[in-house]
């Protein structure tokens, strides 16, 4: 549930406040992890504004919490790129 609402929040970020074009999901698994990437070919954040977000902090403190990795990667004028990981626990 929380990859589905996070997922959704920064899709509608990218449409609100990057002005993207293109947005693309993807999911993959393996036997250890589950990667979730959304990419946006939008304006970009900021990286002193990405350090500083109240609400990418939050999110990212609040996945901490549930075990999901969260990474930012942009570039201003070209993309953002939010890969979240979330580990699968071995099942004895």
Partial sequence: ????????EFVQNALKYANAKQIMVS???DDK???L????????ID???LEHSNSI??????LSELGVTMLVDTQPLE???ITLHLE?????
């Avoid at 990437?37 to 970009?44: F, K, V, Y």
């Fill in 1 to 8: 549930h929380i990859l589905y609402r996070s997922t959704q």
């Fill in 27 to 29: 999911i993959t698994r």
């Fill in 33 to 35: 992890k589950v990667t």
């Fill in 37 to 44: 990437t959304i990419q946006d070919n939008g304006i970009g």
């Fill in 47 to 49: 990286a002193e504004k």
């Fill in 57 to 62: 902090n939050k999110t990212r403190k609040m």
């Fill in 79 to 81: 993309y953002t790129m």
């Fill in 88 to 92: 699968i626990p071995d099942v004895i």
